[in-house]
C-alpha cells in the first residue's frame, strides 16, 4: 500500500505534540515582590522527583514607589520588567504568569465568625457545610475602598465543641468558624495588577507578604505557642501576631529602611544614595555594641571633602528610627491587648533586618526574646539570597507551589512535592486565595 509522506510526517508531528513533556513555561511557579527599594522575582519549578525547587532569581532598584502605593506606573513597570527579565534569563523559562506578593501601609485586619445548620443525612459535615461556613464568616460590611485580601480560617466549633481544626465527618447540629480577614486598600490593589499587566504578565494569584515571609521564616512551635512576626521593608513595615498556630492580628506602618536612609541624608547634608550606601556598610541599631574608638568615612560630593565621623555618632541617628518603628509596632499590640500572646517571642525579617544589632534594639522594645528570620533551605536558593530581604518572595512562591502541589514531610523538614495529597495544614487556607 502507498504511504502519502506529507500524511506520514503529519501523523508523526501530531504524535509528538500530544507526548511532549511540559515546558518550563507550563510549570514553573514565580513569584514577585514589588518593593519599594527593590523588586525581587523567583522563579521555581518541581523537579523529576517531584520536590520544588528554585531555578532563578532575578533584582532590580525599585521606582515609582512611595511605603508600598504605586506613584508612577511607568517606573515601577520597568522596575517589574528588569527584574522578571534576569529571573528568566538565569532560569531559562518563558514568564507569561507570577504570583504577586501585596503589602503596604494600609493593610488591616479583624476576626469574625460565620455559623450554619448541618443539614447533611445523618448530620455528617461534609465539604459543603465547611464552604457555606465560610461563606457565611466572610460575609461582613466594609467600606467601598477596600477589598477583602485574604480569609484565615482559625478555628471551627462543632456545636458546643471549640478548637476543632478539621471538622470534615464529624456530626453535629450546628458548624461554626472564625476566621481572620485581612483587606487593603482597593485602588492600592488595582495599582499593582495594573502595573504587572502593562509589563505584558499575567497575575494567576496574589498573596500578602508577610503571609509568605510566615510561610518561609517561623516555625510550628513558635506558630503554636504565640509570636509576632516583623517584616521590616523599605517604605513599610508589616506585622503579624500568632496564636495557636493561628494569624489573630496583622498590621501595617508606613515606615522602613526608606526612612532610616532619610534621616541619615538629612543629619549628614549628604545624597540619599551615599546614605543607602553608609547605611548598609557602617549601620547599626544598638550603639552599645558599637566600639566608641571606631570611626567611619562620610563620602564627599561636589567640592566637599570626605569627612571622619564616629560611628557611634552614625548609630545615634539610626537607633532612634528603629526604635521609633518597634514603638508603633508595641504601640498597636498594647491597644488591641496582645502583648500576651507572643510567649514566643519576636521574629524579624525583611531587609531592614540586616541592620546589626537590630535585635538588641528588638528586645529593649518589647522585652521578649528577639530572632532574625531568614528563608528555610530549598533546593536551588544560594546562600546569598537566603536572606531576610527574600523571606517574602521565596515564601509566596512556597505558597503558589503548595496551591498547586502539596505539602509533605520528609526529614523533620516541609517539603513541596507535586501531585501528592498532604495533610490539612495550617497554609491550606490560602489554596485558592479565597475559599
Known amino acids: 500500500m502507498e504511504t502519502n509522506p ?28 514589588i518593593g519599594t527599594s527593590v523588586t525581587k522575582a523567583i522563579v521555581g519549578a518541581f523537579d523529576e522527583n517531584g520536590e520544588f525547587e528554585i531555578i532563578g532569581i532575578g533584582t532590580a532598584l525599585s521606582n515609582g514607589l512611595r511605603r508600598g502605593v504605586v506613584l508612577n506606573i511607568e517606573g515601577t513597570l520597568n522596575s517589574i520588567t528588569s527584574a522578571l527579565d534576569a529571573a528568566e534569563l538565569m532560569s531559562g523559562a518563558d ?4 504570583s504577586l506578593a501585596l503589602s503596604g501601609a494600609n493593610v488591616e485586619s479583624f476576626n469574625t465568625n460565620g455559623q450554619v445548620a448541618i443539614t447533611g443525612r445523618g448530620r455528617e459535615i461534609t465539604q459543603e457545610d465547611i464552604v457555606r461556613v465560610h461563606e457565611a464568616a466572610r460575609a461582613v460590611s466594609i467600606s467601598m475602598d477596600r477589598e477583602i485580601l485574604h480569609v484565615i480560617p482559625r478555628s471551627y466549633t462543632v456545636d458546643e465543641q471549640k478548637g476543632v481544626r478539621n471538622p470534615l465527618h464529624m456530626t453535629g447540629v450546628r458548624l461554626e468558624c472564625g476566621v481572620h480577614i485581612i483587606t487593603g486598600s482597593v485602588s492600592t490593589v488595582q495599582n499593582m495588577f495594573k502595573c504587572v499587566t502593562r509589563a505584558g504578565y499575567r497575575v494567576e494569584q496574589s498573596y500578602l507578604g508577610i503571609l509568605g515571609s510566615a510561610r518561609c521564616v517561623l516555625t510550628d512551635d513558635e506558630r503554636d505557642l504565640g509570636c509576632l512576626l516583623i517584616d521590616i521593608g523599605g517604605g513599610t513595615t508589616d506585622f503579624m501576631v500568632f496564636a495557636d498556630s493561628e494569624p489573630v492580628f496583622t498590621s501595617a506602618i508606613p515606615a522602613g529602611g526608606s526612612q532610616i536612609t532619610g534621616d541619615i541624608s538629612i543629619m549628614l547634608s549628604i545624597p540619599v544614595d551615599a546614605a543607602e550606601r553608609l547605611k548598609k556598610e557602617s549601620g547599626a541599631s544598638w550603639a552599645d555594641a558599637i566600639d566608641p574608638e571606631e570611626t567611619v568615612i562620610v563620602p564627599g560630593f561636589g567640592a566637599r571633602e570626605p569627612v571622619e565621623l564616629e560611628r ?3 548609630v545615634s541617628i539610626v537607633q532612634p528610627r528603629v526604635e521609633e518603628i518597634f514603638e508603633m509596632v508595641n504601640e498597636r499590640l498594647v491597644k488591641n491587648g496582645l502583648k500576651e ?13 540586616l541592620l546589626p544589632h537590630i535585635d ?8 521578649v526574646p528577639v530572632r532574625i528570620g531568614t528563608p528555610l533551605a530549598i533546593q536551588g536558593l544560594d546562600a546569598e539570597y537566603r536572606s531576610p530581604a527574600f523571606s517574602a518572595v521565596v515564601g509566596v512562591a512556597l505558597l503558589e507551589a503548595e496551591r498547586t502541589g502539596a505539602v509533605s514531610e520528609s526529614s523533620g523538614r516541609k ?12 497554609f491550606k487556607w490560602i489554596k485558592d486565595r479565597f475559599f
Open 6 to 33: 506529507a500524511k506520514l510526517i503529519f501523523n508523526q508531528a501530531l504524535w509528538c505534540i500530544k507526548q511532549r513533556r511540559p515546558s518550563l513555561a507550563d510549570t514553573s511557579i514565580v513569584a514577585l515582590d
Open 95 to 98: 514568564i507569561r504568569a507570577v
Open 312 to 314: 557611634r555618632k552614625l
Open 341 to 353: 500572646y507572643i510567649k514566643a517571642g519576636v521574629v524579624l525579617t525583611g531587609g531592614s533586618a
Open 360 to 367: 538588641d534594639c528588638a528586645r529593649a522594645v518589647f522585652g
Open 415 to 426: 517539603k513541596v512535592r507535586k501531585g501528592k495529597q498532604g495533610s490539612f495544614s495550617l
